[in-house]
Antibody
């Protein structure tokens, strides 16, 4: 059974940094594209970043380019999102997800990031 | 990377059919055969319902069907059931490995 467990969220001050983690199990992590998607409170879904299986390709939504870094450790079956220079607009539940063709079949439970002073 | 446009809400009685639209542009929906649809119940993670425009993952009822014409994708729920009440989001590839979601549609079962 595929399992994705998101962690690392919390309260951070504007301008601060946070690193999210996603622990994967039940599938061959090193063969899978992975993604971070976020959802602000009461709002819709927003794609944040993708990373290819070997970590050599990383892609971001314009609003986080230069501030967020997606990475993975295939030996540890883990996905990460390093977030810097956080603003209130980054407040959201962050989900990691596993790609399947043009969709994402499996999702973590989400981890809440709150940016506030 | 502007969000795809979806109607805010759609409603129907049990057993009826409802259709949800998802309008993008020639840079996303119109350009790629990579449209997916997600169902999200309150407080839950999204669930993939459709991928590659019109394919259903294993376990998704065949009451859910989808298509695309030009810059608009559509999801149809036939034989509406109470458990179908949820938010639905479309998503499209937008070039250069980027993706864009729709604004979301709340489906209400009357």
């Amino acid at each position: 059974e595929v399992q994705l467990v998101d962690s690392g969220g919390g309260l951070v001050q504007p301008g601060g940094s946070l690193t999210l983690s996603c622990a994967a199990s039940g599938f061959t992590f090193s063969n899978s594209w992975m993604t971070w998607v976020r959802q602000a409170p009461g709002k819709g879904l927003e794609w944040v970043a993708n990373i290819n299986p070997d970590g050599s390709g990383k892609y971001y939504v314009d609003s986080v380019k230069g501030r967020f870094t997606i990475s993975r450790d295939n030996a540890k079956n883990s996905l990460y999102l390093q977030m810097n220079s956080l603003t209130a607009d980054d407040t959201a539940i962050y989900y990691c997800a596993k790609a399947y063709n043009s969709g994402w079949t499996d999702w973590g439970q989400g981890t809440l990031v709150t940016v506030s002073s | 990377q502007s969000a795809l446009t979806q109607p805010r809400s759609v409603s129907g009685s049990p057993g009826q059919s409802v259709a949800l639209s998802c309008t993008g542009s020639s840079s996303d929906v119109g350009a790629y055969g990579s449209v997916s649809w997600y169902q999200q119940h309150p407080g839950k993670a999204p669930k993939l319902m459709i991928y590659d425009v019109n394919k259903r993952p294993s376990g998704v009822p065949d009451r859910f069907s989808a298509s695309k014409s030009g810059n608009t994708a559509s999801l149809t729920i036939s034989g509406l059931q109470a458990e179908d009440e949820a938010d639905y989001y479309c998503c499209s590839h937008a070039g250069s490995h980027a993706y864009v979601f729709g604004t979301g549609t709340k489906v209400t079962v009357l």
